[in-house]
């Protein structure tokens, strides 16, 4: 099953484009089987995007892109309505423990040098020992930071993902996450996921995928 894991539509993401009627369009048209709408600090959007995906029978899973003073997470199967600007992590990790979803940080490498780096030898041992899976393709990321945070994930042993971190409608679907199985709910999605019954791919490695119409 190929789901885009990260787009954030014009809902509740200012800096995105996307309205939530053409992703989903978009979404069947480029032969996606599923996507994740992750807005930043809202959920809104996404539950937009759900109502949207059930209408015209295709699955949209939520999710929140949450800023913590360690980077940006992906929460899926634990979130709330509405995160302040920063969310300590310590705090979001609790939270999302409770509550039974995963927290997954996103393009951990654009842009820095790496957790250790940034935030010192033992909150990155926090982290990584504390994470359900690392975004190691990030259609906003470069090669290279992708490649750094492949390296994470197999030095700690956790799952790859992939989201295109979509704010334009033709940049969905550029990274992807590959499941084993159908998805058939938000809890299976956390449930996979946990079990790194999925890894990361590039859409460009993806036999079949199509151009959708509405950007030719
Ligand atoms: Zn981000
Ligand atoms: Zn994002």
């Known amino acids: 099953m190929l789901v885009d894991l990260h787009v954030h539509t014009s809902v509740s993401s200012p800096c995105s484009q996307i309205e939530p009627r053409l992703l989903v369009r978009a979404?069947?048209?480029?032969?996606l089987d599923a996507l994740c709408v992750?807005?930043?600090?809202?959920?809104?959007?996404a539950e937009v995007a759900r109502r949207l995906g059930e209408e015209a029978g295709f699955p949209v899973f939520r999710g929140v892109e949450v800023y913590t003073e360690c980077?940006?997470?992906?929460?899926?199967?634990a979130c709330r309505r509405r995160y302040p600007v920063t969310t300590p992590f310590a705090e979001l990790l609790e939270e999302v423990r409770g509550l039974g979803g995963v927290i997954i940080p996103c393009h951990p490498c654009r842009g820095?040098?790496?957790?250790?780096?940034?935030?010192?030898?033992?909150?990155?041992e926090f982290l990584l020992s504390s994470v359900d899976a690392i975004e190691v393709r990030n259609g906003g990321s470069s090669p290279e930071s992708?490649?750094?945070?492949?390296v994470y994930a197999s030095h700690y042993g956790l799952p790859g993902v992939g989201g295109s971190d979509a704010h334009f409608i033709m940049q969905l679907g550029r990274c992807l996450t590959v499941f084993e199985r159908d998805l058939g709910s938000e809890e299976e999605l956390v449930?996979?996921?946990k079990a790194g019954r999925c890894r990361a791919a590039y859409a460009a490695e993806?036999?079949?995928?199509?151009?959708?119409s509405l950007w030719r």
Do not use: C, P, W, Y
């Open 27 to 31: 979404a069947k048209e480029m032969g």
């Open 191 to 193: 449930e996979e996921i």
């Open 112 to 124: 820095s040098l790496g957790f250790h780096h940034t935030l010192g030898e033992e909150k990155a």
């Open 146 to 150: 992708n490649q750094a945070a492949e």
């Open 38 to 45: 992750t807005e930043h600090e809202e959920l809104e959007g």
């Open 71 to 77: 980077g940006d997470m992906l929460v899926f199967g």
């Open 206 to 212: 993806i036999e079949g995928l199509r151009t959708s």
